[in-house]
């Protein structure tokens, strides 16, 4: 399975960006997808996942409210909608492909991993 990220870029504080990533292979319809970040000097962290069926949505406290995960598994992609976006968001943004029909936080549930798209929020 190939995942391939995009939309990631350069935007002001309180901009908005929108990610995208699809899936190779449409198996992946049925299995979670999540959103995760890692800026430079810093461990991966969690930013969002979303179930196979587009329900179970979960984000982290940094992003709640300001981030939204959705996904339109015919097309076999997952997206995230980033609002208010601020400096500390600035990271290598990456979508993965979880092992099950639902993702969560843990990188372990995770099968497969894109290559990863930089969003960078200047002051």
């Known amino acids: 399975v190939q995942l391939q990220a995009s939309g990631g870029g350069l935007v002001q504080a309180g901009g908005s960006l929108r990610l995208s990533c699809t899936s190779s292979r449409r198996t992946s319809s049925n299995n979670g997808m999540g959103w995760f970040r890692q800026a430079p000097g810093k461990e991966r962290e969690f930013v969002a996942s979303i179930g196979w069926n587009g329900g179970r949505e979960n984000y982290s406290d940094n992003v709640q409210g300001r981030f939204t995960v959705s996904r339109d598994r015919a097309k076999s992609t997952v997206y995230l909608q980033m609002n208010n976006l601020k400096p500390e968001d600035t990271a290598v943004y990456y979508c993965?492909?979880?092992?099950?029909?639902?993702?969560?936080?843990?990188?372990?549930?995770?099968?497969?991993w894109g290559q990863g798209t930089l969003v960078t929020v200047s002051s």
């Open positions: 993965a492909v979880s092992r099950f029909a639902y993702a969560g936080r843990d990188t372990t549930n995770y099968a497969y």
